[in-house]
């Protein structure tokens, strides 16, 4: 079983709300990651956690705040986002944190107004 | 600067033919390869993923990579209009943190 699953699957937020997107594996991965993707653009990488530990920050703006509470669940916490920010958001996990095979989540689509 | 690049198409094939995908990358320390295939407004699908020289074939599906070329493409054999989709060529530099670099995509249209 392959399986990543996102909650909830649209989206729709003000600027000035808070709201979180949530991701859940029970792989027993112990890598996973936020993307984020805008129409007609490949994937681009926001976060890595590897064994529950934040190992890579792309360059992200603070608005988006990610958490890993256990091995199996990561949160991305939103807050005071812009328009532009309005996406697909994806969510993946991989075995490890060393070249494995990345399996995405069906994804939530983000509506910033 | 690591790239990875492909041609955004589409490409158009009729069905029953083979689609040919093609995809190089800029770093000869590139360690592992893969093919995801996205429908439109759905995230990505893994494919394929190859590590060494060579061929690898699953069903209609055959990747190829060749790493002195800095070359890795997908063929797909008997192409179905299921199979019209977005192809994306994703590399592994093999740094720390499992960090996968996408190409564009190819838009790959199978018509019946």
């Known amino acids: 079983d392959t399986e990543v699953t996102q909650t909830p699957k649209h989206l729709v937020m003000g600027m000035t709300n808070k709201k979180s997107l949530k991701c859940e594996q029970h792989?027993?991965?112990?890598?996973m990651y936020w993307y984020k993707q805008k129409a007609k653009k490949p994937p681009e990488l926001m976060f890595v956690y590897s064994y529950e530990k934040l190992s890579i920050n792309e360059s992200v703006p603070s608005r988006f705040s990610p958490e890993c509470p256990n091995s199996s669940l990561l949160n991305l916490h939103l807050h005071a986002l812009q328009p532009e920010d309005s996406a697909l958001y994806l969510c993946a996990s991989s075995p490890g944190p060393g070249g494995e095979t990345q399996y995405f989540g069906p994804g939530t689509r983000l509506l910033v107004l | 600067q690591k790239e990875v690049e492909q041609n955004s198409g589409p490409l158009s094939v009729p069905e029953g033919a083979i689609a040919s995908l093609n995809c190089t990358y800029s770093?000869?320390?590139?360690?592992?390869f893969f093919w995801y295939r996205q429908y439109s407004g759905k995230s990505p699908e893994l494919i394929m993923s190859i590590y060494s020289n060579g061929d690898k074939e699953d069903g209609r599906f055959t990747a190829q990579l060749n790493k002195a070329s800095q070359y890795v493409s997908l063929l797909i054999r008997d192409s179905q209009p299921s199979d019209s989709a977005t192809y994306l060529c994703?590399?592994?530099?093999?740094?720390?943190?499992?960090?996968?670099?996408f190409g564009g995509g190819t838009r790959l249209m199978v018509k019946p």
């Open positions: 792989m027993g991965h112990r890598a």
């Open positions: 770093d000869r320390g590139s360690q592992s």
């Open positions: 994703a590399v592994n530099w093999g740094n720390a943190g499992n960090m996968l670099t």
